[in-house]
């Protein structure tokens, strides 16, 4: 054999070794753990399975993750063969593999969070009803089999959590009331054309043992664990730089994404305050942002404000070479489910890349909840303005997320349809944004009546940048300790351009998802990545086709979209 053939050889070696690896790790770990996501990409082998947060099922994880670790450390990639696909989907399992260890052994919210586990048997739940993947039968079958195990799972929460942040406890509070209203209605209404008596009646059972769990467990968080929960949310320096350095592949020093943060953040308040001096020159940008917010639809309304944007956003996209729009399919727009509802405003729920039969996709709007005063609710629908539904509808749906989605088909591999990076989904969803207003769109005869409402439209999405900005600073501040909740909440509202309502809830969010910076650091990325490519191909670019190109990568981090883009590894900032 040719020195030549011995060389493709052992290229294929590795490739085959690492497709073998990779495979196993998302069977028995991947997956084997954490079933509701097995459910959520399509894979239904795993729908009568639960999670299992017991000490015992937690130390067989680490130490699964440790030996997969080393598997994948030992395949050494050809690095002549040039086959970059394969290379960097090595890099991205062995980082998945590494963020894991660091989330069980480091940040350990199974010893923090109580709301993980009440969380954890909603989503269980609605992942099973969602989506019509199978026969009524069927699905409440893979139920049962789950809420079998629930009882349990809230038993292990009372061995697991010592000491938790009062913020969590109290997170899980406000949202256990909704959990146990979606038990008591929404999951047997779901399942309300299942034929079979036997099953339902079966069902009849283990759904009263999920509610009668739950208020115990509710019970037991204000009387018992509410008092003793004195814990620090914060993960520290070393744990959030090596979290994006893990799920992002960003390795920026901490002080350095401050300085990037702060001075995104005065960019877009300086914008914000030229466009509002334009609209009311005698009034302050304060006033103006007031008199923004107070435009906005009734709740009642709020759903159907959504689902009247995609005609023109589609319509704009597609005369204005945007980006492919590979389906005419519209998402369904409907009310964010209860779960979900302490911590987000608006979501995007697509089918999983394996899901052959449901494949609807659910646009998500948190309604005001009904116990708010008017006062409460006119301070919430603030965060629904005119400026920002247009905004919201860009960054879920088009071109954001949504359009995101119809593209991971075309995912070069198995590893990019499972595995993703925040700063290229929620990267890319927050760049489109600005990209669209910077294309046209929203000026009057293409999303706006006249040239006062563009304005307010541009304000819109300044106001959701700045609420971006908001979160990285708070993000990295508050997790190193040099920001407590209450200057968080203040920060959102006076350099974020936020309302009371908003800023509360984005707080929470902060204190358990400490690096939600990425949407403006990849949305950074995707700019300098763009304005590269122009330098690069000169006359030559396209915009569509550099949209099309970004998204026909899968959801990498930006380092890898970059690398495949212009064939190098520099700087991603």
Same mark, same amino acid.
């Given at each position: ?110 010893? *923090? ?28 079958r893979s139920l049962i089999a789950r809420e079998k195990q629930m009882p349990a799972l809230l038993n292990e929460a009372r061995v697991n959590l010592k000491n938790p942040p009062r913020i969590f406890t109290e997170i899980a509070i406000e949202q256990l009331p909704d959990i146990v209203t979606f038990f008591e209605h929404d999951v ?260 706006? *009546? ?124």
């Open positions: 054999m040719s020195a030549g053939m011995f060389a493709s050889a052992a290229a294929e070696n590795w490739k085959q070794q690492f497709a073998k690896v990779s495979d196993e790790y998302f069977d028995q770990v991947y997956f084997y753990y954490a079933p509701t996501n097995g459910t959520m990409v399509g894979y239904h082998q795993f729908d009568g399975q639960l999670e299992d947060y017991s000490r015992k099922n937690i130390d067989a994880e680490v130490a699964a993750l440790k030996v997969y670790e080393k598997r994948i450390e030992a395949i050494q990639p050809d690095a002549a063969a040039g086959d970059f696909v394969p290379r960097s989907d090595r890099e991205m399992v062995l980082a998945n593999i590494q963020s894991q260890l660091l989330t069980l052994e480091t940040i350990r919210p199974w010893e *923090k969070n109580a709301d993980n586990y009440s969380s954890t048997c909603a989503n269980a739940a609605f992942v099973l009803m969602e989506r019509k993947f199978a026969s009524p039968d069927e699905r409440l047997p209404l779901a399942f309300a054309d299942a034929k079979d008596p036997a099953l339902k009646a079966e069902f009849a059972q283990t759904n009263a043992a999920v509610i009668a769990g739950l208020k115990s467990y509710l019970d037991w968080l204000k009387i018992d664990l509410l008092a003793r929960s004195n814990g620090d949310f914060r993960i520290g320096a070393t744990a959030f730089s090596q979290k994006l350095k893990y799920d992002e592949m960003v390795d920026i020093p901490l002080d350095k994404l401050l300085e990037i943060g702060w001075a995104d953040l005065r960019k877009n308040q300086a914008h914000f305050q030229l466009v509002a001096h334009e609209l009311e020159p005698d009034k302050t940008p304060s006033a103006v942002l007031e008199e923004l917010g107070e435009n906005h639809p009734a709740p009642g309304q709020l759903l159907d404000a959504f689902r009247a944007t995609f005609d023109s956003l589609v319509g704009f996209i597609r005369t204005h070479h945007i980006v492919t729009i590979p389906s005419d399919v519209r998402p369904i727009v409907e009310e964010t489910p209860p779960f979900m509802r302490a911590t987000t405003f608006a979501s995007m729920d697509t089918p999983g890349p394996f899901e052959t039969h449901a494949t609807e996709a659910y646009f998500n709007v948190t309604l005001p909840d009904p116990s708010m005063t008017p006062a409460q609710v006119e301070g919430y629908m603030h965060s629904f303005n005119i400026g920002t539904v247009i905004s919201t509808a860009v960054h879920e749906a088009y071109p954001g997320h949504y359009v995101q989605f119809l593209w991971l088909p075309q995912a070069p591999s198995k590893v990019r349809k499972i595995l993703g990076a925040n700063t290229d989904v929620e990267g890319w969803a927050h760049y489109t944004e600005q990209m669209m207003l910077d294309e046209g769109y929203g000026q009057p005869g293409a999303g706006a *009546k006249d040239e006062r409402e563009a304005k307010f439209l541009r304000l819109g999405q300044l106001q959701d940048a700045l609420l971006r900005n908001a979160r990285f600073i708070v993000g990295i501040q508050m997790h190193t300790g040099t920001m407590t909740i209450e200057q968080a909440e203040e920060f959102f509202q006076k350099e974020g351009y936020q309302s009371k309502e908003t800023a509360v809830v984005e707080t929470k969010r902060g204190a358990g998802d400490p690096t939600y910076l990425y949407y403006t650091l990849g949305k950074l990325e995707i700019m300098k990545l763009r304005e590269d490519m122009k330098t690069k191909q000169g006359a030559a670019f396209s915009l569509e086709k550099f949209h099309d190109d970004f998204l026909k990568q899968g959801f990498p981090p930006v380092k890898i979209v970059r690398e495949a883009l212009l064939g190098d590894d520099s700087p991603t900032l």
